[in-house]
Structures are given as structure tokens and as C-alpha cells.
């Protein structure tokens, strides 16, 4: 059912370009959002969900893998498994939304720099690696960072830390759900397609829906959700299995950059005081750890 192939521990030009493609395209993510900023959250991400089906159905009925969605489609275990990580994944898209939309960029550029440190906690605590030094005071840096920016707003950075929490959660199950990348992501946006054509309905039924009516821009936004969501996840998922881990470990980190230049350059968020000392101690601990990381690699 799921793709089971021996993959080979070294990078490909192949790889590279998906992962880049992948980063980049969440690079530019907050642009598009912000253009959307005047429609409500929940309706953006009922509409991604709704245009991303196409999106990756197109794809697996291309790559002849359907069969493995009728069989997933038949499993009550694996449906259970998806409809976690489905809810995780659209609780996710819900808060970046409304974190662009309504001035807090920074916040979810933080929360992306913390999760890889986040991930080499959840193996500590639910697996049982075994933490180095190295990584060990990256996670205080970044434990420090945020208390900084705790003591400062006086509570704590949540925008940023539920992007954390449920982006962490979601790679860590979707790692065990037992089937192939693509397969795994359509089987989740069909368990989120009830709830969302529900929720499109309903506002178009109370003249509350921004589809097809008024600016047109809109629409074109609207529909083109399903490929701004749906093509970064497609050739993330296809480019890891290309790459080294290393590699992906410090191409993980356009992304969040990207965004942080957007918010400060293009959006003209406040970087302040707490910002000031917060962020560069997040990026010494992601330096540490990316270097302990290559260095082990380089070892292995």
C-alpha cells in the first residue's frame, strides 16, 4: 500500500530543486495570505481544503496510485490515523491565516524556527533519543528565547508556539501513518472536504461568502488556494526522499526566514526590544544544532 522502496542516504540535484521548491513557495506563502487578510480564516482554509483535492487527486490518478487511497479508504485504523493528523494540519492553516492577517508574521516566522528544535524534543520525550550537549543547549537558547518574549508581553508567544505544537505533532504521526506521502495528504483533505463544502455553503447561503462574488481578485485567490497549499506539501514530500536528512535540516530554515524579511521589510511589523534579543538567540541555537547535526553526519 504505502511506497516501499530502499532510499539511498545521499542528496540528488532532483531532490534539491523539490526542496527548494518547497521552502521557496512557503517562503512567498505570507504574501498571498496577506492578500486574503480581509476574509475571514475559516474560510480561506475551507478553500484550500476544497481546491486541493483536484489539486492532488490530479497527481496520484498521474502517478497510477489510487489504489492505495481505495484501500486506505477501507481501513478504519488508517482513517482514524488520518482524520489526527488532518485535524492537526487545519488547525495549523487556521492559525498561520490569522497570524498574517492580522500583524503577527513575526510570530509564526518564530514558531517555524523553534519546531525543528521542538521535533529533537518530542524524540527525547516519545522516543527515547538520546539528546547531546550540543543539542541540549540549543533547546535552552531557545527555551530562553521565548521566556524573553514571555516577560516582555507579559504572556506567553502563543501564536507561535501553537504553530509549533501542532505542526511537531503533525510530522511526528504522519511519519507513522502507513502510507505514501501523496496518498496520505489527499486521504486528509477529503476527511477536511465535508466540514469545508459545508462551510462554503453556508455562507454563500447567508450572502456571507467572498467565491464568485464581489472583487474578482478574490476568487482567483480563493480558487488558487488549492495550488499554494497543495504544490509545497507535494514536492516537500518528494524531495526528503531525495535528500539527505542534513540537508533538509538546513533547508528548513528558508522558510521561516523568508518569512521573518516579509514581516519586518514588506508588512513593517514592529521588531522590538524583546524581538531584538529573542530572535538571535533562536538563530545561535539553530546554528549549534545544524552544526552538531552536520558534524554527526559527517562522522556517520
Known amino acids: 500500500m504505502a511506497d516501499v522502496q530502499v532510499v539511498k542516504n545521499e542528496d540528488s540535484l532532483r531532490g534539491l530543486f523539490f526542496a527548494l521548491g518547497a521552502y521557496g ?5 505570507p504574501i498571498y495570505m496577506k492578500a486574503l487578510a480581509h476574509i475571514s480564516p475559516a474560510e480561506v482554509i475551507s478553500h484550500r481544503v476544497l481546491w486541493s483535492v483536484p489539486v492532488a487527486g490530479g497527481l496520484l490518478w498521474a502517478l497510477g496510485r489510487t489504489n492505495d487511497l481505495k484501500v486506505a479508504l477501507r ?4 482513517l482514524g490515523m488520518a482524520a489526527v493528523t488532518a485535524a492537526l494540519i487545519s488547525v495549523n492553516w487556521g492559525i498561520y491565516v490569522w497570524a498574517i492577517g492580522s500583524g503577527h508574521a513575526l510570530d509564526a516566522a518564530l514558531g517555524y524556527y523553534i519546531n525543528p528544535l521542538f521535533s529533537v524534543l518530542l524524540g527525547a520525550l516519545l522516543l527515547g533519543e538520546r539528546l547531546y550537549p550540543t543539542q541540549k543547549l540549543a533547546l535552552v537558547l531557545a527555551a ?5 518574549l514571555t516577560w516582555e508581553a507579559g504572556r506567553l508567544p502563543w501564536v507561535a508556539l501553537a504553530l509549533t505544537l501542532t505542526w511537531g505533532a503533525y510530522a511526528y504521526l504522519k511519519k507513522s501513518l502507513p502510507i505514501g506521502p501523496n496518498q496520505g495528504f489527499l486521504l486528509e483533505v477529503l476527511l477536511l472536504l465535508p466540514p469545508a ?6 455562507l454563500i447561503a447567508t450572502g456571507q461568502s467572498h467565491f464568485l462574488v464581489g472583487a474578482p481578485t478574490d476568487t482567483v485567490l480563493l480558487f488558487g488556494c488549492g495550488l499554494v497549499t497543495a504544490v509545497p506539501l507535494i514536492l516537500y514530500a ?10 533538509i535540516g538546513i533547508l528548513q530554515y528558508i522558510a521561516p526566514t523568508m518569512i521573518f524579511l516579509s514581516a519586518v521589510f ?8 524583546a524581538q531584538m534579543i529573542a530572535f ?6 539553530l546554528v549549534i544544532y545544524t552544526g552538531s547535526m552536520l558534524h554527526r553526519a559527517r562522522r556517520a
Not at 530562553?144 to 524573553?148: I, K, Q, R, S, Y
Not at 463544502?197 to 453556508?202: D, F, H, T, V
Open 25 to 29: 513557495l512557503w517562503g512567498f506563502l
Open 75 to 78: 481501513t478504519p485504523r488508517m
Open 144 to 148: 530562553a528565547a521565548v521566556a524573553v
Open 197 to 202: 463544502l459545508g462551510y462554503i455553503g453556508w
Open 238 to 247: 518528494n524531495g526528503a526522499k531525495l535528500l539527505k536528512l542534513s540537508t
Open 266 to 273: 514588506l508588512f513593517g511589523e514592529p521588531f522590538q526590544r
Open 280 to 285: 538571535p538567540m533562536i538563530w545561535l541555537a
